[in-house]
T-cell receptor, first 113, second 111 residues
Framework: GEDVEQSLFLSVREGDSSVINCTYTDSSSTYLYWYKQEPGAGLQLLTYIFSNMDMKQDQRLTVLLNKKDKHLSLRIADTQTGDSAIYFCAESPVNSGYSTLTFGKGTMLLVSP | DAMVIQNPRYQVTQFGKPVTLSCSQTLNHNVMYWYQQKSSQAPKLLFHYYDKDFNNEADTPDNFQSRRPNTSFCFLDIRSPGLGDAAMYLC??????????FGSGTRLTVV
């Protein structure tokens, strides 16, 4: 089955870049997602990438994928205090029908002024 | 805006008293999911409906049931809540496994 691993905690200063890392094990074609969860709230989809892509950029967010190592990273440029939250990596294998999301344990990002 | 709505945001129930959480969607997605998220943990899939077909995860306790009376609504029933069932319950939808959209969640407290 699928397994998704993340580092648990990251602390950065406001204005710096943040890089959150994730590894996954599924060997099939898969979608890889980054979700943000603020305290007491649901999950907000930030961005996603298909496993045949190397990179995706969306404003301050850059996703890099190393397919050989099955390593995914989320870079947040010019990190702000409002970016403090838990970030979940998730994968969803592409099957002939449909599939479900498998989440990592989440990385808590703390941004200090 | 098309969205996934969960009611209530906060639910307090007594130990052993049945409780129902609700989820509705205006996206017309055919798949609806229920996830349980305990404090500082990843969301864990309990079950999902693909159209009317119910799919239970192997390790979901029998205490948890679900109903989907139509495309738009899905309910999570906890027959006899225990203290260990206190968690955030997240509803999500997708179209054939694409376009996952989550609701804001219902935080359940068991007293």
């Amino acid at each position: 089955g699928e397994d998704v691993e993340q580092s648990l905690f990251l602390s950065v200063r406001e204005g710096d870049s943040s890089v959150i890392n994730c590894t996954y094990t599924d060997s099939s074609s898969t979608y890889l997602y980054w979700y943000k969860q603020e305290p007491g709230a649901g999950l907000q989809l930030l961005t996603y990438i298909f496993s045949n892509m190397d990179m995706k950029q969306d404003q301050r967010l850059t996703v890099l994928l190393n397919k050989k190592d099955k390593h995914l990273s989320l870079r947040i440029a010019d990190t702000q205090t409002g970016d403090s939250a838990i970030y979940f990596c998730a994968e969803s294998p592409v099957n002939s029908g449909y599939s479900t999301l498998t989440f990592g344990k989440g990385t808590m990002l703390l941004v200090s002024p | 805006d098309a969205m996934v709505i969960q009611n209530p945001r906060y639910q307090v129930t007594q130990f052993g008293k049945p409780v129902t959480l609700s989820c509705s969607q205006t996206l017309n997605h055919n798949v609806m999911y229920w996830y349980q998220q305990k404090s500082s943990q990843a969301p864990k899939l309990l079950f999902h409906y693909y159209d009317k077909d119910f799919n239970n995860e192997a390790d979901t306790p029998d205490n948890f049931q679900s109903r989907r009376p139509n495309t738009s609504f899905c309910f999570l029933d906890i027959r006899s809540p225990g203290l260990g069932d206190a968690a955030m319950y997240l509803c999500a939808t997708s179209l054939q496994g694409d376009g996952y959209t989550f609701g804001s969640g219902t935080r359940l407290t068991v007293v």
